[in-house]
């Protein structure tokens, strides 16, 4: 690699310069094509479903890069320069924001004012359309298409057991070879500083130096995108839109924190591989710690010393690779300086923080490079060259972050009273091979199972609950939902009895009193979320199918089964805390319920769901589970979320109270109240 590398060059170069194609103005949304994908594959139209997908995962891809390239653009013609001033601050933001909206307006015609939902771009993100591809693909006979689709899903969903099985049958497949297994939205940088290590571990210096050469211009690229995409419109946390009435001066210094939290976030975000939550250890140092073993290796030690010295930009009291500096000196006979590629990003970067900070008046924050990189679990040797590279990918934990898998049993107690007579206790926690869990029966009758059964039929609606998706975890069921206000207000349209809206009511609150009951919670036990819901398999798309009807998850973390763990943060219910599932029916095949270990395969017990059945369980990482399949038939059932804390309580169920207090208030009294119970909806 050239010595004076220049990663501002080379963004000039590669990414200020690229022509912009002007084909880009007649790109069609990309969530209107994965919108019409969805519904070519519900129809069975697998053609179109290949024809829509590929579109919007094209569509997807060239708007992001039509952004990028137009926001570095803007940052080139209205750079924070030397003559920065406090007044000229605003203007070099509004010049920076003028130019990025002309320029992506130019290119992308119309589309760059659609916006698209935060639930679409996160299907995006967790590759939800190579699934319905390597569906679509296998109807259509084209296995080749079909495993490259399921490979590049299932390497940011490995828990997906149906994934995991589909891509051992592409592999007997005939026609289908080693290399149709490809990651189609594989990060550059990560496949070669994967492909580095490799070779260096095979003993292949040369190679694995040019390869770990090409991962560092591709990190630098991917860093300079990734920051480019934080130039825009950012969430304000903890603010109400509505509510927002302040200064240029504040909007622009509470932009630029949520700006600053943004780019920070691409370090982690580039260390981490699709499908972990953790990233890996000291990532961007690890390339010039590897690179500086491998130059010793061919005798390159004038390299070796120019990383090492690098190395100790990022880690400057690194004793190990002090050690190793001297020993390079020693052998040459003079000294390094390190290398402009890493020396040039930290400057940058610093530079441009410095100048935000005083832009933007935001007090109390400092910088120092150190803070970006994790310096724990670093290897010692007692050598002054190491040889040991072994451990390069393990998780770190970070200090944010809460582990909340181990937790004291002194912390939990159970075998409370169930208060209602006729509720039998079946398993406990000790028979559930687990901890703070139960399983109860008769919690409700034949006839309100019954009753509640046709309330749902009537009441519920495809991706109700899900924002709108109506197979928010697999494309082989179909979702509805309904909440208990929207079934009070049926029952004042007059399409549902008021009877069983009030007894879904009545019965959500009923497994509310049990579950406070039973766990011996020494505090009130709110409603968090109540969600009457129904899967039903969809017929024609159940042959050899193994996938779940809802993955293994928690309800209040972030299960990740490689670390064995649950971190306890967004975007979970951080706040939930008991969970409950009240069964209506057992007449379908398929849907079990599971409890399974942390790494979300071994299955620790089973409930098979019947008419009054209900399991209820602590929401942390103590508990993961998921369910089965739902094969033939619909499964029905209330889900319950529980929170101690008030202020997470349900909206919609403290005006369902309101409404079910307006009712009893009203047949007390009597219609002279004068009470219009819609006005309470």
């Known amino acids: 690699m050239d010595r004076n590398f220049s990663p501002a060059a080379i963004f000039s170069v590669v990414l200020l310069t690229v022509a912009l194609s002007p084909s880009t103005a007649f790109l069609e949304p990309y969530d209107l094509l994965y919108d019409n994908a969805v519904q070519a594959f519900y129809n069975n139209d697998y053609p179109n479903v290949v024809r ?65 939902s935060e639930d679409v771009v996160q299907d995006f993100h967790r590759r939800i359309p190579y699934n319905y591809l390597q569906l679509a693909y296998k109807k259509l006979k084209q296995p080749h298409k079909a495993a490259a689709a399921a490979h590049t899903y299932f390497q940011a969903n490995p828990e997906h057991v149906e994934m995991s099985q589909n891509l051992e049958q592409y592999k007997d497949l005939q026609g289908v070879e080693e290399d149709h297994f490809v990651d189609r939205e594989a990060r550059p940088h990560q496949r070669s500083f994967a492909g580095a290590v490799s070779l260096y571990d095979k003993g292949e210096h040369e190679a694995a130096i040019a390869l770990f050469e090409g991962a560092l211009r591709e990190y630098y690229q991917a860093d300079s995108e990734c920051r480019a995409l934080c130039q825009w419109p950012q969430r304000f946390e903890g603010h109400d839109y509505l509510l927002y009435r302040y200064s240029l001066y504040e909007l622009v210094s509470d932009h630029f924190t949520q700006v600053l939290h943004c780019e920070h976030e691409c370090i982690r975000d580039l260390a981490t591989r699709p ?44 004793e190990s690779m002090m050690d190793n500096v001297e020993y390079y000196r020693e052998e040459l006979g003079h000294d390094g300086k390190p290398r402009e590629d890493a020396a040039w990003y930290l400057r940058r970067h610093k530079q441009e923080l410095e100048l935000l900070l005083i832009g933007s008046n935001t007090m109390g924050v400092e910088f120092t490079e150190g803070n970006y990189w994790s310096s724990t679990g670093r290897r010692e040797d007692s050598n002054r060259i190491p040889s040991g590279t072994d451990g390069w990918m393990e998780y770190v934990p970070i200090s944010e972050k809460k582990n909340i898998s181990a937790l004291s049993p002194q912390q939990f107690k159970e075998g409370g009273p169930l208060l209602f007579d006729k509720v039998q206790l079946v398993q406990d926690s000790a028979a559930l091979n687990g901890t703070q869990r139960v399983l109860l029966d008769d919690v409700i009758s034949e006839e309100e199972c019954s ?107 972030l299960l990740d089964p490689e670390a064995n763990e649950c971190w306890k943060e967004p975007p979970a219910y951080t706040y939930r805390d008991y969970s409950a599932l009240l069964y209506l029916n057992g007449d379908f095949e398929g849907g079990e319920f599971i409890f399974t270990e942390m790494d979300a395969k071994t299955v620790t017990a089973s409930v098979k769901p019947k008419c009054g059945r209900m399991v209820g369980f602590s929401s942390g990482g103590e508990n993961p589970h998921g369910v089965k399949a739902v094969t033939s038939g619909q499964r029905c059932a209330v889900a319950l979320w529980f929170t101690l804390d008030p202020l997470f309580r349900e909206l919609e169920r403290l005006q369902a109270d309101e409404v079910i207090q307006a009712l009893d208030t009203q047949s007390v009294w009597g219609p002279g109240l004068n009470i219009n119970p819609k006005d309470e909806l």
Do not use: W
């Open 52 to 116: 829509y997908m590929e579109g919007a995962l094209s569509s997807y891809r060239e708007v992001r890069q039509t952004k990028v390239r137009c926001r570095l653009r803007c940052q080139d013609q209205h750079p924070f320069d030397a003559t920065f001033s406090e007044l000229r601050f605003p203007d070099v933001v509004l010049r920076r924001a003028a130019c990025m909206n002309t320029c992506i307006e130019e290119i992308l015609g119309s589309q760059s004012l659609h916006k698209v």
């Open 275 to 318: 499908g972990r939550l953790s990233p890996m250890e000291n990532f961007l140092p690890l390339h010039y710690d590897y690179l500086q073993f491998a130059y010793f290796h061919v005798d390159r030690l004038e390299e070796a010393l120019q990383c090492s010295l690098t190395y100790l930009l990022f880690h400057e009291e690194e």
């Open 451 to 557: 009753d509640l059964r046709d309330l749902a039929h009537a009441v519920t609606k495809a991706g109700d609950g899900y924002r709108g998706r109506m197979s928010p975890h697999t494309p082989n069921e179909k979702f509805e939902g309904a909440t208990v206000l929207k079934t009070l207000q049926y029952s004042y349209e007059g399409r549902v009895p008021m009877r069983s809206a009030r007894m879904f009511y009545d019965i959500s609150e009923r497994a509310r009193q049990i579950i406070e009951s039973y766990f011996l919670l020494n505090s009130t036990l709110h409603f968090s979320y109540t969600h009457l819901v129904c899967r039903t398999a969809i017929t024609g798309q159940q042959d050899h199918r193994n996938d779940l009807s809802h993955p293994i998850h928690a309800d209040n973390c």
